[in-house]
């Protein structure tokens, strides 16, 4: 059974960091392509990060390169380390994962497998 566990979410001053990890059982970290999207409340779902089996990422242009995504095969887990952190990024943070490689995309259909979320709130 394939799971996605989201952790490392909390409240944060304006400017700060938070690292995120998604603890992955079912399959392998290096298997699939993964991502990071996120939701506002009253806005939709958007893709963060994403990163293919090759190691190669992709990133919404807002963040202005604040955040990396990266993967650890080892413990098989996918990590988002979020610095500068801004009020706008406020929002539930979601783990994703395709169900097999796919070159890293932002498009949401591409995922299969969720996870619940964490969410992150950065105060002002």
Known sequence: EVQLVESGGGSVQAGGSLRLSCAV????TRDYTMAWFRQAPENEREGVASLDVDG????VD??????T???DNAKNTLDLQMNSLKP???AMYYCAAAG???YPTLSETTYHYWGQG?????FS
């Open 25 to 28: 059982s079912g399959f392998g």
């Open 56 to 59: 190669r990422a992709m990133y």
């Open 62 to 67: 807002s963040l202005e390169g604040r955040f």
């Open 69 to 71: 995504i990266s993967r």
């Open 88 to 90: 706008e990024d406020t």
């Open 100 to 102: 097999g490689h796919y």
């Open 118 to 122: 964490t969410q992150v709130t950065v």
